[in-house]
């Protein structure tokens, strides 16, 4: 090499910054959909115990 890029050099480097990039975004992405999916499970059970405590008061 002569000090200067090939165009390969500069899509491996653009692939790996993008990379490092992903990498907290797709953990951030874990973190708030298991958010989402803990609410939407306390939301049905809920639900649920409403369903049966008005069940067995008939």
């Known amino acids: ?3 200067h890029f090939v165009g390969g050099d500069i899509i491996f480097q ?3 910054f993008l990379f490092l990039l992903m990498i907290p975004v797709v953990i951030a992405a874990l973190v708030i959909l298991t958010v989402k ?8 059970e809920e639900k649920l115990d409403v ?4 069940h067995k008061e008939q």
Not at 37 to 44: A, H, M, S, T, V
Request: glycine residues 12%.
């Open 1 to 3: 090499m002569d000090g």
């Open 14 to 16: 653009l692939v790996m």
């Open 37 to 44: 999916r803990g609410k939407r499970l306390k939301n049905i």
């Open 51 to 54: 369903l049966m405590n008005s």
